[in-house]
């Protein structure tokens, strides 16, 4: 399985950008790349997946390196409601780390 | 239904006796897992069933954990001989196939508490 790497943690202010830069160096070439994202008290729900390049939702967009050793999430311009834990996936099985706690501030 | 349903919400058990946990997966998911998930911490995997394979076991924390899925729809995750440390949210997922390219979705889960 595919060792996922995040932060712990970021702070942002509402209206910011915030990217979460995941590392998967050992991704497999069949392995896709997905973000979840849980509020307190909820299970997680899925917010994005890709392959490879560019992937853009009306929530994020995913950013993957040709390599495809690393990706990147980012949510534009968040708001309050944005606070949340978000978890980076790779692999054949639907494995979660620690995941990174965003806290959005006003 | 609409979504992953989990039965009770709330379970509040003594220490020794057994639980059951139930999970109805959204209709035509071939795939099923459930996770637990400890106050603060992420989620640990605990097994999934796909489709009428052998379902991965390897997360299962000891022999007194165990799950079935009849039919391969409804499952039920039973804790025997309940210990304080089993006091988690218990989640159950489902997709429509198995692997992370697919999306799952997620119940609301059960809150397990062992007194």
Same mark, same amino acid.
């Given at each position: 399985?595919?060792?996922?790497?995040?932060?712990?943690?970021? *702070? !942002?202010?509402? /209206?910011?950008?915030?990217?979460?830069?995941?590392?998967?160096?050992?991704?497999?070439?069949?392995d #896709?790349? @997905?973000?979840?994202?849980q509020?307190?008290?909820?299970?997680?729900?899925?917010?994005?997946? /890709?392959?490879? @390049?560019?992937?853009?939702?009306?929530?994020?967009?995913?950013?993957?390196?040709a *390599?495809?050793?690393? !990706?990147t999430?980012?949510?534009?311009?968040?708001?309050? !409601? *944005?606070?949340?834990?978000? #978890?980076?996936?790779?692999?054949?099985?639907? !494995?979660?780390?620690?995941?990174t @706690?965003v806290?959005?501030?006003? | 239904?609409?979504?992953? &349903?989990?039965?009770? &919400?709330?379970? %509040? =058990?003594?220490k020794?006796?057994? %639980?059951?946990?139930?999970?109805?997966?959204?209709?035509?998911?071939?795939?099923l897992?459930?996770?637990?998930?400890?106050?603060?911490?992420g989620?640990?995997?605990?097994?999934?069933?796909?489709?009428?394979s052998?379902?991965?076991?390897?997360?299962?924390?000891?022999d007194?954990? &165990?799950?079935?899925?009849?039919?391969? +729809?409804? +499952?039920?995750? =039973?804790?025997q001989r309940?210990?304080?440390e089993d +006091?988690?949210?218990?989640?159950?997922?489902? &997709?429509?196939?198995?692997?992370?390219?697919t999306?799952?979705?997620?119940?609301?889960?059960t809150?397990?508490? %062992?007194?």
């Amino acid at each position: 399985l595919a060792k996922t790497t995040q932060p712990i943690s970021m *702070d !942002s202010y509402e /209206g910011q950008e915030v990217n979460i830069t995941c590392s998967h160096n050992n991704i497999a070439t069949n392995d #896709y790349i @997905t973000w979840y994202q849980q509020f307190p008290s909820q299970g997680p729900r899925f917010i994005i997946q /890709g392959y490879k @390049t560019k992937v853009t939702n009306e929530v994020a967009s995913l950013f993957i390196p040709a *390599d495809r050793k690393s !990706s990147t999430l980012s949510l534009p311009r968040v708001s309050l !409601s *944005d606070t949340a834990v978000y #978890y980076c996936l790779v692999g054949p099985r639907l !494995s979660f780390g620690a995941g990174t @706690t965003v806290t959005v501030r006003a | 239904g609409a979504g992953v &349903s989990q039965s009770p &919400s709330n379970k %509040v =058990t003594e220490k020794g006796k057994d %639980v059951e946990l139930r999970c109805d997966p959204i209709s035509g998911h071939t795939a099923l897992y459930w996770y637990r998930q400890s106050l603060g911490q992420g989620l640990e995997f605990l097994i999934y069933f796909q489709g009428n394979s052998a379902p991965d076991k390897s997360g299962l924390p000891s022999d007194r954990f &165990s799950a079935e899925r009849t039919g391969g +729809s409804v +499952s039920t995750l =039973t804790i025997q001989r309940t210990q304080q440390e089993d +006091s988690a949210v218990y989640l159950c997922a489902s &997709s429509y196939n198995w692997g992370v390219d697919t999306e799952a979705f997620f119940g609301q889960g059960t809150r397990l508490t %062992v007194v």
